[in-house]
């Protein structure tokens, strides 16, 4: 698409930069990674034939507020997010909002013409987050809960929140908010939501103290009816009660490391070489063991920016073309399996019991 389109600039997520081969587009000028952390990895590979660079920027400040230029002289495993852009301010400042020096981490505080009036609605919340700037009279401040640093070269770095607030994909999300959410649907008491995975295979995993019989479709069901796609927690765990440190706070580290089930539907095996190979791509990139043709591949962590792997892999493995949109109206590979069989010009498939299914097979397809 970036040469058929004759695309000049990209700007875009990291962890949709590393779905694209890094390489020399004769059209492309500049790649931008914003929205998430940036490490110097996916940096380089791109720096090495375009200009790269890292952004940074809250929607209340009417998104870009930073920049940095990528010249392959940073040394750390995160990328600065840079220097203010034009007509933006940016302060790092302890609790009692004085200024501090380089190398010391406080909350970010942006200034300038990008600041926004406020949230619509909500005179509660604006009068929270966007303060009267010490500094200029007459102007706001808006304060974003990003914990960041200067260095001596004048850039910010960026060293994580200072609440409960995460990116996912791009997302910004407030886990509180799901927790709460989680804690007013019927049959819960208690609910905590923690971020798991690395890069691509991050999901939401919600663990809940269960009033009664846990029902996880129902809650799932529900949380769809509250919340967008996107905060609607892939995993949802049943505890009697939530680990609690010693004094007496929820242990989330502890929570982090019990090991989580995406599926409690009982084992369907393929049944055919079509849903074989489909399993195999799923399992390979949801990296989850064993997959049933019966499971929802949202339901097990699955997202958009998978389902372009799962495309990619699909059109390598069986030489057929299907759209991102199949997998969201054939979201099992039961489901998946049958629409691809029915529109395909394989050669009649033949069935698998599940004594026959290999550990693993080749991803690609033969007449043999």
Same mark, same amino acid.
């Given at each position: 698409?970036?040469?058929?389109?004759?695309?000049?600039?990209?700007?875009?997520?990291?962890?949709?930069?590393?779905?694209?081969?890094?390489? @020399?587009?004769? !059209?492309?000028?500049?790649?931008? $990674?914003?929205?998430? $952390?940036?490490?110097?990895?996916?940096?380089?590979?791109?720096?090495?034939?375009?200009?790269?660079?890292?952004?940074?920027?809250?929607?209340?400040?009417?998104?870009?507020?930073?920049?940095?230029?990528?010249?392959?002289?940073?040394?750390? &495993?995160? *990328?600065?997010?840079?220097? &203010?852009?034009?007509?933006?301010?940016?302060?790092?400042?302890?609790?009692?909002?004085?200024? *501090?020096?380089?190398?010391?981490?406080?909350?970010?505080?942006?200034?300038?013409?990008?600041?926004?009036?406020? +949230?619509?609605?909500?005179?509660?919340?604006?009068?929270?987050?966007?303060?009267?700037?010490?500094?200029?009279?007459?102007?706001?401040?808006?304060?974003?809960?990003?914990?960041?640093?200067?260095?001596?070269?004048?850039?910010?770095?960026?060293?994580?929140?200072?609440?409960?607030?995460? @990116?996912?994909?791009?997302?910004?999300?407030?886990?509180?908010?799901?927790?709460?959410?989680?804690?007013?649907? &019927?049959?819960?008491?208690?609910?905590?939501?923690?971020?798991?995975?690395?890069? *691509?295979?991050?999901?939401?995993?919600?663990?809940?103290?269960?009033?009664?019989?846990?029902? @996880?479709?129902?809650?799932?069901?529900?949380?769809?009816?509250?919340?967008?796609? +996107?905060?609607?927690?892939?995993?949802?765990?049943?505890?009697?009660?939530? &680990?609690?440190?010693?004094?007496?706070?929820?242990?989330?580290?502890?929570?982090?490391?019990?090991?989580?089930?995406?599926?409690?539907?009982?084992?369907?095996?393929?049944?055919?070489?079509?849903?074989?190979?489909?399993?195999?791509?799923?399992?390979?990139?949801? @990296?989850?063991?064993?997959?049933?043709?019966?499971?929802?591949?949202?339901?097990?962590?699955?997202?958009?920016?998978? %389902?372009?792997?799962?495309?990619?892999?699909?059109?390598?493995?069986?030489?057929?073309?299907?759209?991102?949109?199949?997998?969201? !109206? +054939?979201?099992?590979?039961? $489901?998946?399996? %049958?629409?691809?069989? %029915?529109? !395909?010009?394989?050669?009649?498939?033949?069935?698998?019991?599940?004594?026959?299914?290999?550990?693993?097979?080749?991803? !690609?397809?033969?007449?043999?």
């Amino acid at each position: 698409f970036i040469d058929e389109q004759q695309i000049t600039h990209i700007h875009s997520v990291p962890s949709l930069l590393k779905l694209i081969t890094a390489r @020399k587009y004769p !059209s492309l000028k500049r790649v931008i $990674s914003a929205g998430e $952390s940036c490490d110097q990895r996916l940096a380089d590979s791109w720096a090495a034939y375009h200009d790269f660079y890292n952004k940074y920027g809250p929607t209340e400040a009417t998104i870009s507020a930073t920049i940095y230029h990528y010249k392959k002289d940073n040394t750390g &495993p995160v *990328l600065p997010i840079g220097k &203010p852009v034009a007509n933006t301010r940016l302060y790092v400042l302890d609790e009692r909002r004085q200024l *501090l020096p380089i190398g010391i981490s406080g909350e970010l505080y942006i200034g300038g013409v990008g600041v926004s009036r406020g +949230y619509l609605g909500k005179d509660a919340l604006t009068a929270e987050r966007f303060i009267a700037d010490p500094f200029v009279e007459g102007s706001r401040l808006y304060r974003t809960g990003d914990w960041c640093k200067w260095q001596a070269d004048g850039n910010l770095v960026y060293t994580g929140r200072r609440d409960n607030q995460v @990116k996912l994909r791009g997302q910004r999300i407030e886990l509180e908010e799901i927790e709460r959410v989680l804690e007013q649907a &019927p049959g819960v008491g208690q609910a905590v939501v923690l971020v798991k995975g690395e890069e *691509l295979n991050r999901y939401l995993s919600a663990y809940v103290v269960s009033e009664g019989d846990f029902d @996880k479709h129902a809650l799932q069901a529900y949380l769809r009816t509250q919340l967008p796609d +996107y905060m609607v927690p892939a995993v949802l765990t049943a505890l009697e009660q939530l &680990p609690l440190t010693p004094n007496g706070k929820i242990d989330r580290r502890s929570l982090s490391l019990l090991e989580v089930a995406f599926t409690d539907q009982a084992y369907e095996a393929p049944q055919n070489s079509i849903e074989a190979q489909l399993a195999v791509i799923w399992e390979r990139l949801l @990296k989850i063991e064993q997959v049933s043709v019966t499971s929802n591949f949202f339901e097990l962590g699955g997202h958009s920016l998978l %389902a372009t792997r799962v495309v990619s892999a699909i059109r390598q493995a069986l030489s057929q073309e299907v759209s991102i949109r199949d997998l969201f !109206s +054939y979201p099992t590979i039961r $489901s998946l399996g %049958a629409h691809i069989g %029915a529109g !395909s010009s394989l050669p009649a498939l033949p069935v698998i019991t599940a004594g026959e299914r290999p550990q693993r097979l080749p991803l !690609s397809y033969t007449q043999e």
